[in-house]
């Protein structure tokens, strides 16, 4: 076909930057028809956004920064994208004239370094692929993926920041990081922490000031993250799974908020009554099925088998008419510690009132980290599924939930009448607790969604036609629960496009040092423009 630059911009095919780029990458390796530019411009979210001039596919850090380069002294602006699971635009171009960067095909693992703690990774690798690469030496890092990690990328989740598995005493993404390789808006490949030591390895992320934060949580406002170098942690041999129902939400946030003063817990969470409901009515393959419990099985031994059996006996259906739900897994070196902490736990979800109930959701989540995203990013019935979070300090979390309720209970005969649902979902990040209430609707899924589900239910859904008036609605509750979260002190992850982020500042001080330091490393404002407010 006729090359779409020339239709829109004729500027491109003049410079001979599109030539350029394609003996660079590879005709195959620059994409210029409408269909790709559409779909790798387009994220979960709804907001207005322009559609990439170009979608260009690295196959190194070399390839990347002189790609980079070339476009941008066309005049291109830059947009990373990793495994597209943004619902804050945080990709979706804002400028027409934008050069898409595509980063999965730099999906190497590098080095694993067990003697100094670390692992050198490039910024496309999946968090399932890095974790499943980690296993075998018996190390992981602190911090080891989303629940969408089978596509999530590392660079993805460093450039939005992000929270679940081992965030409980490891922290979020952002906190795994020891230094980086990052590419600039003029295609200089910066490197950080002792990585720039001449003499030295990337082991340590405090070499002078701390440039490495620098360039995570940006979402790709400051540069482009070409590989990674993250701490590794030895993997714990021994795991202890817990379950208990809660007849309140102040109930169920207690025992969690004291589980987080501990640091005992890798992973604890939270549903609420539509979560527990939904998720009991979420379909699940007959192979997903077997292939869950086979794994559970082949992992744990005799043991293995036991919870396999439970599982599948029990499935979904343990959280049927279950108010509040609270799931843990909790991790030690050793059968002894991990058992005192699994009943240190046990005793405090006991002392704040709540009830042992079978605990297959969390075996099943640990066993099969990385499953299906459809369960993820839609609700029961083929629903659209748009979060929206707040992020505290463990004091203000019972507060948080309680005004989030409130919130919601006031709406409800507005999304009644629309057919609108909500859920939430809670957790902690070591001493922080997040809440993710998501609002769900009948809509038009559109091609990305209906490409990261399996293909049955994406026949069955595909129809679903567009709801643009309930749509509005929607997304307009979940834009005064942002402000709400707002309201109250809550921050971020995934601030993309989305979130406010210099206008909510207290003083006028540190967004002059932001701007100032998005001159230095990107002074004609092509990375990824709008990310952070920054334009």
């Given at each position: 076909m006729a090359s779409v630059i020339s239709d829109r911009d004729t500027a491109n095919s003049d410079d001979g930057t599109v030539q350029r780029l394609q003996q660079l990458l590879g005709s195959e390796h620059v994409l210029l028809d409408d269909a790709n530019r559409d779909f790798y411009s387009s994220d979960l979210s709804f907001r207005p956004h322009e559609t990439a001039q170009m979608v260009l596919q690295p196959g190194t850090a070399e390839e990347l920064?002189?790609?980079?380069?070339?476009?941008?002294?066309?005049?291109?602006?830059?947009?990373?994208?990793?495994?597209?699971?943004?619902?804050?635009s945080g990709y979706c171009p804002e400028r027409a004239r934008t050069a898409m960067i595509d980063m999965r095909r730099m999906n190497r693992i590098v080095e694993i370094n067990k003697e100094d703690m670390y692992v050198i990774v490039e910024a496309g690798c999946t968090w399932k692929?890095?974790?499943?690469?980690?296993?075998?030496?018996?190390?992981?890092?602190p911090y080891w993926g989303p629940l969408s990690g089978a596509y999530a990328t590392v660079g993805g989740a460093l450039s939005q920041n992000s929270l679940f598995h081992g965030s409980g005493t490891g922290g979020t993404?952002?906190?795994?990081?020891?230094?980086?390789?990052?590419?600039?808006?003029?295609?200089?490949?910066?490197?950080?922490?002792?990585?720039?030591?001449?003499?030295?390895?990337?082991?340590?992320?405090?070499?002078?000031?701390?440039?490495?934060?620098?360039?995570?949580?940006?979402?790709?406002?400051?540069?482009?993250?070409?590989?990674?170098?993250?701490?590794l942690v030895t993997a714990q041999a021994h795991t202890g799974y817990l379950s208990y129902k809660f007849d309140t939400l102040e109930a169920m946030l207690a025992a969690q908020v004291r589980i987080a003063r501990l640091s005992i817990a890798s992973e604890c969470y939270g549903f609420d009554p539509y979560y527990n409901g939904g998720f009991e009515k979420q379909g699940v393959t007959f192979e997903e099925g077997l292939a869950m419990v086979g794994k559970i099985a082949r992992k744990g031994g005799l043991k293995g088998l036991k919870n396999a059996a439970r599982v599948a006996l029990g499935g979904k259906k343990i959280l049927k008419?279950?108010?509040?739900?609270?799931?843990?897994?909790l991790d030690a070196h050793t059968e002894t510690v991990a058992a005192?902490?699994?009943?240190?736990?046990?005793?405090?979800?006991?002392?704040?009132?709540?009830?042992?109930?079978?605990?297959?959701?969390?075996?099943?989540?640990?066993?099969a980290p990385f499953g299906g995203v459809r369960t993820v990013l839609l609700g029961s019935?083929?629903?659209?599924?748009?979060p929206v979070h707040g992020y505290f300090p463990l004091s203000r979390a019972i507060p948080a939930a309680q005004a989030t309720e409130k919130f919601l209970a006031e709406r409800k005969p507005l999304m009644d009448q629309w057919g609108i649902k909500t859920s939430y979902l809670t957790c902690f990040s070591g001493p922080e607790f997040v809440i993710e209430p998501s609002f769900y609707w009948h809509d038009k899924l559109g091609d990305f969604r209906l490409s990261l589900i399996e293909p049955e239910f994406a026949e069955q859904w595909k129809s679903i036609p567009a709801d643009e008036a309930r749509r509005e609605v929607a997304l307009k509750l979940r834009d005064e629960l942002r402000d709400l979260f707002d309201s109250l002190g809550g921050l971020h992850l995934q601030i993309g496009k989305y979130y406010p982020f210099k206008e909510i500042m207290n003083n006028e001080a540190l967004p002059k040092v932001i701007e100032g330091l998005k001159s230095v490393v990107d002074p004609d404002r092509l990375m990824n423009p709008g990310a952070l407010g920054l334009r």
């Amino acid at each position: 076909m006729a090359s779409v630059i020339s239709d829109r911009d004729t500027a491109n095919s003049d410079d001979g930057t599109v030539q350029r780029l394609q003996q660079l990458l590879g005709s195959e390796h620059v994409l210029l028809d409408d269909a790709n530019r559409d779909f790798y411009s387009s994220d979960l979210s709804f907001r207005p956004h322009e559609t990439a001039q170009m979608v260009l596919q690295p196959g190194t850090a070399e390839e990347l920064a002189e790609a980079v380069g070339i476009a941008t002294r066309a005049g291109f602006a830059i947009v990373p994208r990793g495994g597209g699971m943004s619902y804050t635009s945080g990709y979706c171009p804002e400028r027409a004239r934008t050069a898409m960067i595509d980063m999965r095909r730099m999906n190497r693992i590098v080095e694993i370094n067990k003697e100094d703690m670390y692992v050198i990774v490039e910024a496309g690798c999946t968090w399932k692929d890095l974790y499943e690469a980690l296993a075998p030496h018996g190390v992981r890092t602190p911090y080891w993926g989303p629940l969408s990690g089978a596509y999530a990328t590392v660079g993805g989740a460093l450039s939005q920041n992000s929270l679940f598995h081992g965030s409980g005493t490891g922290g979020t993404a952002a906190e795994s990081v020891v230094g980086l390789k990052v590419v600039l808006a003029d295609g200089t490949l910066l490197t950080t922490g002792s990585w720039a030591h001449k003499n030295s390895k990337p082991f340590w992320r405090h070499f002078g000031p701390d440039v490495t934060g620098l360039f995570t949580a940006d979402t790709g406002a400051m540069g482009i993250k070409a590989v990674a170098s993250l701490r590794l942690v030895t993997a714990q041999a021994h795991t202890g799974y817990l379950s208990y129902k809660f007849d309140t939400l102040e109930a169920m946030l207690a025992a969690q908020v004291r589980i987080a003063r501990l640091s005992i817990a890798s992973e604890c969470y939270g549903f609420d009554p539509y979560y527990n409901g939904g998720f009991e009515k979420q379909g699940v393959t007959f192979e997903e099925g077997l292939a869950m419990v086979g794994k559970i099985a082949r992992k744990g031994g005799l043991k293995g088998l036991k919870n396999a059996a439970r599982v599948a006996l029990g499935g979904k259906k343990i959280l049927k008419n279950v108010p509040y739900s609270l799931h843990m897994t909790l991790d030690a070196h050793t059968e002894t510690v991990a058992a005192e902490h699994t009943d240190l736990a046990a005793e405090i979800c006991t002392d704040e009132g709540g009830t042992e109930m079978a605990n297959s959701i969390p075996t099943v989540f640990r066993n099969a980290p990385f499953g299906g995203v459809r369960t993820v990013l839609l609700g029961s019935e083929g629903e659209i599924w748009i979060p929206v979070h707040g992020y505290f300090p463990l004091s203000r979390a019972i507060p948080a939930a309680q005004a989030t309720e409130k919130f919601l209970a006031e709406r409800k005969p507005l999304m009644d009448q629309w057919g609108i649902k909500t859920s939430y979902l809670t957790c902690f990040s070591g001493p922080e607790f997040v809440i993710e209430p998501s609002f769900y609707w009948h809509d038009k899924l559109g091609d990305f969604r209906l490409s990261l589900i399996e293909p049955e239910f994406a026949e069955q859904w595909k129809s679903i036609p567009a709801d643009e008036a309930r749509r509005e609605v929607a997304l307009k509750l979940r834009d005064e629960l942002r402000d709400l979260f707002d309201s109250l002190g809550g921050l971020h992850l995934q601030i993309g496009k989305y979130y406010p982020f210099k206008e909510i500042m207290n003083n006028e001080a540190l967004p002059k040092v932001i701007e100032g330091l998005k001159s230095v490393v990107d002074p004609d404002r092509l990375m990824n423009p709008g990310a952070l407010g920054l334009r």
